[in-house]
């Protein structure tokens, strides 16, 4: 340990903390990504969900007459 400078040792801890860094910004990327992905498909069901409803309410109307 005598022999290598002091600055090898703050560049390995550079390069840990620049990884953890990089991984937390990834986790995080993740979760906003599933997030959307949530939003997205919550709002694609609701289009179905109008749809159906939308095809019911003309099929008892055909009913009727």
């Known amino acids: 340990?005598?022999?290598?400078?002091?600055?090898?040792?703050?560049?390995?801890?550079?390069?840990f903390v620049s990884g953890y860094m990089a991984f937390r910004g990834m986790v995080a990327e993740r979760k906003m990504e599933q997030h959307f992905i949530e939003q997205e498909g919550e709002v694609y069901m609701e289009r179905l969900r109008k749809e159906r409803e939308l095809k019911g309410r003309g099929n008892q109307s055909n009913e009727i007459t």
């Open 1 to 15: 340990m005598l022999g290598v400078p002091w600055w090898v040792f703050v560049m390995i801890l550079l390069i």
